[in-house]
């Protein structure tokens, strides 16, 4: 297996650099798609193309085995102007692949390219590639238009660079991995007044004060210490001079957390914050309440795959599935939600101020690919039968 993944990577690392120099924003990945449809066609995966826009899947079967798996990537940049001076830099002002998704779709590929070489399982695997896993739900929509109906699958894998990981471990636990993010925004509306005189109006900036101020109470008070939740309120607008007391204040916020119940309870008593401000001051207070991404989720049984695909290619010294979750948050939730499966953090070394996933100087590391592809070989051994004729 290791002699043929290394003859891969050189390709793999010029497909990543293409990736890389061409970088598109969430459900634009049109080149993308196209790159990662002909490569699919070339190596002899049968391709399906417009699932959820841009999204491709690719499916491969071999032996006579009932059983499929599925594995996913995601192909979207960001809207970040790049600042790496490489030869392989973007292209395109104001658009980077800088959370690594160049490779994770090399990655991807790179397994599709071996495993339909190799035919050395028994079953199906399904190759996803997802568009807009960023801030757009490509995954949510992939689900909502059949993906798991169209390509059933025991378990879906997927794989996310993870640096501030020792390079090469593999990180999946059990339950939640990432969180949810919820977004909300509150307008709270009345009749603004001369500053020197609040009586002859109703005042919007202190009513909006006592809302976050409430809103508090609403972790501290409503939630188990031992769950995990934050409530931030990140922007406060309103008023424009220093004598007039404004008719508006708008604020707006996110809410992030691990179990979907905790997140059900912050969205009712933020509702009751706004609903008893607003009926104490007789002021208009309306609160538009965002469900976004959904925690990602992963079940025991295909932690279980992960941990012991990863172990045979990696070392078991090199598995890790006692960690605590990150607050960040994950379009492969919705993925998850609908069908068992594990997310897993590959690590990529040590975490380099200024080149941290999200951040202009960072770039994906290339020496990940080939053990990227060794995981997801390993899981399909795992899962749909070792090779014995090797
Ligand atoms: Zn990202
Ligand atoms: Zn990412």
Same mark, same amino acid.
């Given at each position: 297996m290791n002699d043929r993944i290394a003859e891969l990577h050189q390709d793999m690392m010029a497909w990543r650099h293409d990736l890389h120099a061409h970088p598109e924003l969430g459900f634009q990945e049109h080149r993308t798609a196209d790159f990662v449809a002909a490569k699919l066609a070339e190596f002899g995966v049968e391709v399906h193309r417009g699932?959820?826009?841009? %999204?491709?899947?690719? =499916?491969?079967?071999?032996?006579?085995?009932?059983?499929?798996?599925?594995?996913?990537?995601?192909?979207?940049?960001?809207?970040?102007?790049?600042?790496?001076?490489?030869?392989?830099?973007?292209?395109?002002?104001?658009?980077?692949?800088?959370c690594g998704h160049d490779g994770h779709t090399s990655i991807l590929l790179g397994t599709a390219r071996y495993l339909a070489?190799?035919?050395?399982?028994?079953?199906?695997?399904? &190759?996803?590639?997802?568009?807009?896993?960023?801030?757009?739900?490509?995954?949510?929509?992939?689900?909502?238009?059949?993906?798991?109906?169209?390509?059933?699958?025991?378990?879906?894998?997927?794989?996310?660079n993870w640096p501030g990981l020792p390079f090469g471990t593999l990180a999946a636990r059990v339950g939640p991995q990432m969180a949810a993010r919820d977004n909300f925004s509150i307008s709270v509306r009345g009749t603004g007044s001369h500053a020197a005189m609040p009586h002859l109006g109703d005042d919007p900036v202190v009513a909006a004060c006592r809302i976050v101020a409430e809103a508090q109470t609403i972790v501290s008070r409503t939630v188990d210490p031992l769950a995990s939740?934050?409530?931030? &309120? =990140?922007?406060?607008?309103?008023?424009? =001079?220093?004598?007039?007391?404004?008719?508006?204040?708008?604020?707006?916020?996110?809410?992030?957390?691990?179990?979907?119940?905790?997140?059900?309870?912050?969205?009712?008593?933020?509702?009751?914050?706004?609903?008893?401000v607003g009926e104490s001051t007789g002021l208009t207070v309306s609160l538009d309440y965002q469900k976004g991404y959904p925690p990602a989720v992963n079940t025991a049984p295909a932690v279980a795959v992960a941990a012991t695909a990863a172990g045979n290619v990696f070392g078991l010294e090199h598995v890790t599935t006692e960690f605590p979750p990150s607050m960040g948050s994950e379009d492969f939730a919705y993925m998850l939600a609908a069908q068992s499966g594990c997310y897993a953090w590959l690590g990529a070394g040590p975490a380099t101020p200024g080149k941290l996933l999200h951040q202009p100087?960072?770039? &994906?590391?290339?020496?990940?690919?080939?053990? %990227?592809?060794?995981?997801?070989?390993s899981v399909v051994e795992t899962v749909l039968g070792k090779p014995t004729n090797r």
């Amino acid at each position: 297996m290791n002699d043929r993944i290394a003859e891969l990577h050189q390709d793999m690392m010029a497909w990543r650099h293409d990736l890389h120099a061409h970088p598109e924003l969430g459900f634009q990945e049109h080149r993308t798609a196209d790159f990662v449809a002909a490569k699919l066609a070339e190596f002899g995966v049968e391709v399906h193309r417009g699932i959820a826009g841009t %999204g491709v899947v690719g =499916t491969l079967r071999a032996g006579s085995g009932k059983r499929a798996i599925a594995f996913r990537a995601d192909m979207d940049a960001l809207p970040i102007e790049e600042k790496n001076d490489v030869a392989y830099a973007s292209t395109r002002p104001g658009v980077m692949h800088a959370c690594g998704h160049d490779g994770h779709t090399s990655i991807l590929l790179g397994t599709a390219r071996y495993l339909a070489t190799t035919r050395d399982f028994d079953g199906t695997v399904h &190759f996803v590639f997802q568009p807009a896993e960023e801030n757009d739900g490509g995954g949510k929509r992939m689900v909502e238009e059949g993906l798991f109906d169209r390509f059933p699958a025991e378990n879906i894998f997927a794989l996310h660079n993870w640096p501030g990981l020792p390079f090469g471990t593999l990180a999946a636990r059990v339950g939640p991995q990432m969180a949810a993010r919820d977004n909300f925004s509150i307008s709270v509306r009345g009749t603004g007044s001369h500053a020197a005189m609040p009586h002859l109006g109703d005042d919007p900036v202190v009513a909006a004060c006592r809302i976050v101020a409430e809103a508090q109470t609403i972790v501290s008070r409503t939630v188990d210490p031992l769950a995990s939740v934050v409530l931030s &309120f =990140t922007q406060i607008h309103g008023g424009n =001079t220093l004598n007039v007391v404004p008719g508006e204040v708008t604020l707006a916020g996110t809410c992030r957390f691990l179990d979907a119940a905790v997140g059900v309870n912050v969205e009712e008593r933020l509702a009751r914050v706004c609903r008893a401000v607003g009926e104490s001051t007789g002021l208009t207070v309306s609160l538009d309440y965002q469900k976004g991404y959904p925690p990602a989720v992963n079940t025991a049984p295909a932690v279980a795959v992960a941990a012991t695909a990863a172990g045979n290619v990696f070392g078991l010294e090199h598995v890790t599935t006692e960690f605590p979750p990150s607050m960040g948050s994950e379009d492969f939730a919705y993925m998850l939600a609908a069908q068992s499966g594990c997310y897993a953090w590959l690590g990529a070394g040590p975490a380099t101020p200024g080149k941290l996933l999200h951040q202009p100087n960072y770039d &994906f590391n290339d020496a990940l690919l080939p053990l %990227g592809v060794r995981y997801f070989v390993s899981v399909v051994e795992t899962v749909l039968g070792k090779p014995t004729n090797r």
